[in-house]
């Protein structure tokens, strides 16, 4: 039962052009939504996150967008750059629970130059 | 800059032999994780401790168990590793449940 879900499994974008990457939840219970970036042979690293509260939320190049009657969030890159080529993992977290972080299967985003 | 730390890179393992993770953080942590990462499936929470000597089973505990002794340590044991416990192994830890920080990983083949 995949709770959160990442329906792309891979993504190709000219390096300048906006990326954007989805994730679905089916959990009502979730509030708080992360991203995650990947680069091979090393551990995930925190991206962004958002609150249940907010139905965006920005950092530079990277701005996650929350529509909770949708269930979906989305991470925008723009201008995606060569360096951003890694994959990307959502993840949800649902407070009044044991707060665990439930993780989708993840998007390879490759930037072509 | 929180450091998360694991024994190895690479592990090859026979199957039924017992199997030690070590994971170290040095940020005074109080949550720490295990995770696999497999192709397609995305990273899956094994077990998870938010204090010394206490541990929660995460989504797929079967087939293994933890040990935190000391605050700045967790180790996942695989008491009898089988083929299917071939996987990248991740440890985590945070101050909170929610951003977590990442070891490097172990690949671990079991033969």
């Known amino acids: 039962d995949q709770q959160v879900k990442q329906n792309s499994p891979s993504l190709s974008v000219q390096e300048g052009r906006i990326s954007i990457l989805n994730c679905d939840y089916t959990n009502s219970m979730f509030d708080y939504f992360l991203w995650y970036k990947k680069y091979p042979a090393e551990g995930p690293t925190f991206l962004i996150s958002i609150s249940s509260i907010k139905d965006k939320n920005e950092d530079g190049r990277f701005t996650v967008f929350l529509n909770k009657s949708a269930k979906h969030l989305s991470l925008h890159i723009v201008p995606s750059q060569p360096g951003d080529s890694a994959v990307y993992f959502c993840?949800?977290?649902?407070?009044?629970?044991?707060?665990?972080?439930?993780f989708g299967t993840g998007t390879r985003l490759t930037i072509i130059p | 800059d929180v450091k998360v730390t694991q024994s190895s890179r690479y592990l090859v393992k026979r199957t039924g032999e017992k199997v030690f993770l070590e994971c170290v953080q040095d940020m005074d942590h109080e949550n720490m994780f295990w995770y696999r990462q497999d192709p397609g499936l995305g990273l899956r929470l094994i077990y998870f401790s938010y204090d010394v000597k206490m541990k929660e089973k995460g989504d797929i505990p079967e087939g293994y168990s933890v040990s935190r002794e000391k605050k700045e340590r967790f180790s996942l044991i695989l008491e009898s590793a089988s083929t299917n416990q071939t996987s990248m192994y991740l440890c985590?830890?945070?101050?909170?449940?929610?951003?977590?920080?990442f070891g490097p990983g172990t690949r671990l083949t079991v033969t």
């Open positions: 985590a830890s945070s101050h909170d449940f929610y951003e977590q920080y």
């Open positions: 993840a949800a977290s649902a407070r009044n629970g044991n707060e665990k972080l439930t």
